[in-house]
């Protein structure tokens, strides 16, 4: 870029970050989370209400634009990092078959519900699957954060809502990945065999990116930690394995390149407590600080919401009823088959209702590889506005009979974290 948009960036970053936090701290003093703040902040400063990125200032509304979408692309990848990190496989066995039952029926339920849904709008049944993909996430920071001001994050729920929402969250991506690479606009005219091989490519890939993940990344970074040299720096190499899967990921296994940085979070999730403090203290304020508000609030700069048509007002109320409707269900349902009492499954079929961060993504990715078109693509971001505005006085309601947890139990992992960012 050349000096005089250069100096524009700033200002225009400047004003991005500081939108973002002063409306995710407004959110979060109203008990809303801060990620419903910065949405909101996006919507404000996009073609919605001020159109920031063209006002007389900017010379060159494009490619600012631009660079403000690379640096929220690098945000997301920073982003799905940090929640690879939060994995913590001890603390989540006891509620192994819950978590798989559960957020297996809470990732399938939406999308299978979502293509009637759609379909009748007029929209293709690919369409509608990617929507129904979109529909099959969950941000379980935003209901993390109210069961934490709540005292009960540590309770049966609690623990069951972080193993259920990992596994929501591997399915999630999973099912991206293979929409992408099967159904995106570059496999139109692939035949079956490639398509297969498209598949099979796919699952090498990801085979082999957590074998090397869970084996060799933790001996690794623990070589590495023992030479004094490289002990102030596990926190870069951690970022330089996130790029370098990141970038495998899409290059040599055609899945998306969060794929690969959740895959080095969960990898790097087995390092000694030391090395992981390490890699989050540095991680977490250049993300939650600088490149995850970029993220959020760029789906607002991309995002008209006075142009979405009267006719798309009631695919956007029905798609709101199959996320809430299929998400309780589909969980609450797994959790009851799992173990948990009617109660309980229900509360954790509540915490599950949020798209949050993970919806913005998976969308976001959806429409950059041309699998969303903008039309379509804005009800669907006011589904997920809803959602996470929603979930927290509904995580409210359905624990106020609830006893308050007196002990605070095991430290909080970097999901946790990131909610109160």
């Known amino acids: 870029m050349e000096g005089g948009s250069v100096v524009q960036l700033f200002l225009a970053l400047g004003l991005i970050i500081g939108a973002a936090q002063l409306a995710g701290s407004a959110a979060r003093s109203v008990g809303q989370p801060r990620v419903f703040g910065e949405l909101l902040a996006g919507v404000f400063l996009g073609p919605t209400l001020l159109n920031l990125l063209h006002w007389g200032i900017f010379d060159n509304p494009e490619m600012l634009g631009h660079t403000i979408k690379?640096?929220?692309?690098?945000?997301?990848?920073?982003?799905?990092?940090?929640?690879g990190l939060e994995v913590h496989l001890p603390e989540l066995l006891s509620v192994g078959k819950v978590a798989i039952l559960g957020g297996t029926l809470g990732a399938v339920l939406p999308l299978v519900a979502s293509i009637p849904i759609v379909a009748p709008f007029g929209y293709s049944v690919e369409t509608a699957i990617f929507v129904g993909v979109v529909m099959s996430a969950t941000s379980v920071s935003i209901s993390a954060q109210t069961l934490l001001e709540l005292g009960?994050?540590?309770t049966k729920e609690g623990v069951g809502l972080l193993a259920m929402a990992?596994?929501?969250?591997?399915?999630?991506?999973?099912?991206?990945?293979?929409?992408?690479?099967?159904?995106?606009?570059?496999?139109?005219?692939?035949?079956?065999?490639?398509?297969?091989?498209?598949?099979?490519?796919?699952?090498?890939?990801?085979?082999?990116?957590?074998?090397?993940?869970?084996?060799?990344?933790?001996?690794?970074?623990?070589?590495?930690?023992?030479?004094?040299?490289?002990?102030?720096?596990?926190?870069?190499?951690?970022?330089?394995?996130?790029?370098?899967?990141?970038?495998?990921?899409?290059?040599?296994?055609?899945?998306?390149?969060?794929?690969?940085?959740?895959i080095t979070g969960m990898g790097l999730s087995r390092t000694t407590e030391r090395i992981r403090h390490q890699i989050e203290n540095a991680v977490r304020p250049i993300s939650y600080s600088?490149?995850?508000?970029?993220?959020?609030v760029n789906v607002g700069l991309q995002t008209d919401l006075t142009s979405i048509g009267g006719d798309m007002i009631p695919l956007?109320?029905?798609?709101?009823?199959?996320?809430?409707?299929?998400?309780?269900?589909?969980?609450?349902?797994?959790?009851?088959?799992?173990?948990f009492t009617s109660g309980e499954s229900l509360r954790v079929g509540v915490c599950m209702i949020s798209r949050g961060e993970v919806g913005l993504i998976i969308a976001s990715l959806l429409l950059s590889a041309g699998m969303l078109e903008q039309r379509l693509f804005e009800p669907v971001f006011?589904?997920?506005?809803?959602?996470?505005?929603?979930?927290?006085?509904?995580?409210?309601?359905?624990?106020?009979?609830?006893?308050?947890?007196?002990?605070?139990?095991?430290?909080?992992?970097?999901?946790?974290?990131?909610?109160e960012v």
Not at 208 to 235: D, E, I, K
Not at 290 to 296: A, E, G, H
Not at 317 to 332: D, E, H, Q
Not at 399 to 412: E, L, S, V
Request: net charge positive; glycine share 8%; proline share 5%.
């Open 166 to 262: 990992v596994a929501d969250d591997i399915l999630a991506i999973l099912l991206v990945s293979i929409v992408i690479a099967t159904l995106g606009p570059n496999t139109e005219a692939a035949s079956v065999g490639e398509l297969l091989w498209i598949f099979v490519r796919m699952m090498l890939y990801l085979a082999g990116a957590l074998l090397v993940a869970w084996f060799v990344l933790p001996r690794l970074f623990a070589w590495l930690h023992r030479r004094t040299q490289f002990t102030q720096s596990m926190a870069a190499f951690a970022l330089i394995a996130a790029l370098l899967f990141g970038w495998s990921a899409e290059v040599l296994g055609g899945v998306a390149a969060i794929t690969g940085a959740f």
């Open 382 to 419: 006011l589904v997920i506005l809803l959602t996470t505005v929603i979930t927290p006085p509904l995580v409210r309601l359905v624990f106020r009979n609830y006893p308050t947890a007196i002990d605070p139990g095991p430290p909080r992992t970097a999901r946790d974290t990131a909610a």
């Open 152 to 154: 009960v994050l540590r």
């Open 70 to 83: 690379e640096l929220a692309e690098l945000g997301v990848l920073f982003l799905m990092f940090a929640v």
């Open 316 to 339: 956007a109320i029905l798609l709101l009823v199959v996320a809430v409707v299929t998400k309780v269900v589909g969980c609450g349902f797994g959790a009851r088959l799992g173990g």
């Open 290 to 296: 600088f490149l995850v508000p970029i993220f959020f």
